[in-house]
């Protein structure tokens, strides 16, 4: 709230019939104790009695040459002694009701005084251009020194239409202004100078703001319009230099946009007019200089820049959706011109345009920073996980210690290329990565069989030791095979139509998704499978020079392969209960075995039960997982209790 108590002291209307007043009226300005320099300025302007002098306003004294601030206080004072004041209204009263009637009213100083409300004083501390007086008005207005509404009743109407740029219709809309505030010419507010008048607009400039900004929205309608209106009452030059006027209209619309249209510089703008750069510049700035000194009254523009900071952070191209969603205007706008235009008129801002993947994007200078952080932070993410979840961005310490929201980073996250969300939550999303290594993963097992086991895959990408916190669940990988994949769900089986993912370009090692080693592993299945144990895999790889711990890690973490038990593996590709060839054989434990080294494995297809006889007793029949070895180059032979018996029955 205001902590300045503003009075109006309203005019008197006394009856000049009253004796006493009319000797008061009556009195000689020489025959008082006045200045020689305030009698002079007034006897030179035909003022000789306190009648003559009480018809005169404190504005119109101004005027008066050689008539300072000193001498009208001196003057005020004077008239103050005999209870009168300047703009006091006589009114002659023939009826003698009425003399009675005014001559019986007592009026003293404090009766005189009425406190204004802080709404009126919003009224009274306006400047012009935050009224809807028309602009002829407020440049006459003006030039009589007035500054705020407040000083428009120290003149008269006689002093308007001494004024030749205006007519009655000028002065009939002045002094209805003024009425429809109830106040009128020759009042005064108490106390009025300009040192109060600066304070109470930095106590109050927000609500002036508001009031003032909702009329004249409604008055200019559009951006554009307040614009256009603003570049023409405030540049001003003399009759003749009407294209001058016109071309510094121009520049200034063109260097800033102020048309919709994008920013240019001034080199194009200087070969439009045939001149040089430095003469387009010279021209902006004498129509910044008088945009400056005018201080134009911007109500649409102002509104923006509050509306922005609601929005932020922000991109160009949704600040301009903004802008037509609240009917601020029809054009789409350059939003750096009009912030640089902006802050020309004199008020800073703390708005900040950045290009962030590749949209220009609003935000405040302070979190420009943390928000590159947090798109290194989940660029990072993606590339390592494939797929991330808002309430993980949430967690980054540079969202949570600056207080980012979740639809502020959804904003920010949505600018990404090929960005799509894989729940209908919106909680997991994926977008465009050079390199993303869960789509690479599933490449790669596309690339072994486009038709692949959904939940060993889905294990297989849980336990991928370079995958960091997979924490969403099958159906949201489902969705990521399908967002990023060409392929259907059928039953248990992703059906891919063709290994190549849409949001990554990974083509790896020398254009091989499948690395050298684990390339090598798949020959040996392909050649000695399809099914084999560790130990048949380790004496396999080791002759392919694969080292023991590359292929431990094979194994456990490549999509290609599938553990069925303990130390029992597979091609991920085969389906162990299809058309797999099932082979029975049989050993005699009775009969000469041979040591596994002198017995190398030999490749063949199938899988083989084997029925284990000694001394021709039955005994038991396993599943034999391992690759059948040669006995003496030629014979072919069982691996049983780590010694090699021979096949007695033809394979």
Known sequence: MNSIKIFIKKK?????????????????????????????????????????????????????????????????????????????????????????????????????????????????????????????????????????????????????FDNNNLGKKSVDEIEKYINDLDLNFGDIIEPWDKDIVKQLRENLIGKISDEARQELIKKNQYLEVE????????????????????????????????????????????????????????????????????????????????????????????????????????????????????????????????????LRVITKVG????????????????????????????????????????????????????????????????????????????????????SVDIDNLFKKIKNFHRLENVKYSRDIFISFCKKSFDCEIKDNEILFSSPKSKISDYDGYQGNVISPNEQKIVDIFNKFGPILNWWDLKELSTSANVKDDSLNMILQFSVLFQRIDRATYVLSSEKLNSNIEKKFVKIELTTTNFNKDSCPLVANKGQYYVEVYKSNKYIKTIAYPQTLRIIDEDDLGILYDNKVYPVINDL
């Open 12 to 160: 008197i209307l006394t009856s000049f019939n009253n004796p006493i007043l009319k000797n008061k009226l009556s009195i000689n300005l020489r025959d008082l104790d006045l200045s020689v320099r305030a009698l002079n300025s007034l006897i030179n302007q035909n003022i000789n009695t306190i009648n003559d002098l009480i018809e005169q306003t404190e504005g119109e004294l101004k005027r008066f040459p050689n008539m300072g601030q000193k001498s009208i206080d001196e003057i005020k004072q004077m008239l103050d002694h005999y209870s009168l004041y300047l703009g006091m209204e006589i009114l002659n009263v023939n009826n003698e009701a009425n003399i009675e009637t005014i001559n019986s009213i007592e009026v003293t100083e404090e009766n005189q005084l009425i406190e204004l409300s802080e709404k009126k004083i919003i009224e009274i501390i306006k400047e012009f251009d935050e009224t809807t007086l028309s602009v002829r008005s407020k440049n006459v207005l003006l030039n009589l020194d007035c500054t705020n509404i407040g000083d428009i009743i120290s003149l008269s109407r006689q002093s308007l």
């Open 227 to 358: 614009l256009q209106k603003i570049l023409e009452e405030c540049i001003k030059t003399s009759q003749k230099d009407q294209s001058i006027k016109d071309r510094i209209i121009d520049v200034l619309i063109n260097r800033f946009g102020l048309d919709g249209s994008p920013a240019k510089t001034l080199e194009i703008i200087g070969k439009k007019y045939n001149v040089t750069r430095e003469r387009i510049r010279q021209n902006q700035e004498f129509g910044l200089r008088k945009l400056r000194t005018r201080k134009p009254f911007t109500p649409i523009l102002d509104k923006i820049f509050e509306e922005l900071s609601k929005a932020l952070p922000v991109t160009e191209i949704e600040f301009n959706r903004i802008l037509k969603e609240k009917k601020f205007t029809l054009v789409e706008w350059d939003f750096k011109g009009l912030q640089d235009f902006y802050e020309n008129l004199g008020i800073k801002t703390d708005f900040y345009v950045s290009k962030i993947n590749n």
């Open 367 to 450: 979190i420009d920073n943390i928000f590159r952080q947090v798109m290194v932070n989940i660029n990072k993410k993606i590339s390592n996980t494939g797929l991330l979840s808002l309430s993980e961005c949430l967690d980054f310490k540079e969202v949570y210690l600056n207080d980012l929201k979740r639809e502020t980073i959804k904003k920010f996250i949505q600018t990404k290329p090929i960005f799509t969300w894989l729940d209908d939550e919106q909680e997991w999303f994926t977008f465009y990565a050079k390199r993303n290594r869960l789509s690479n993963l599933i490449t790669k097992a596309a690339t072994g069989s486009l």
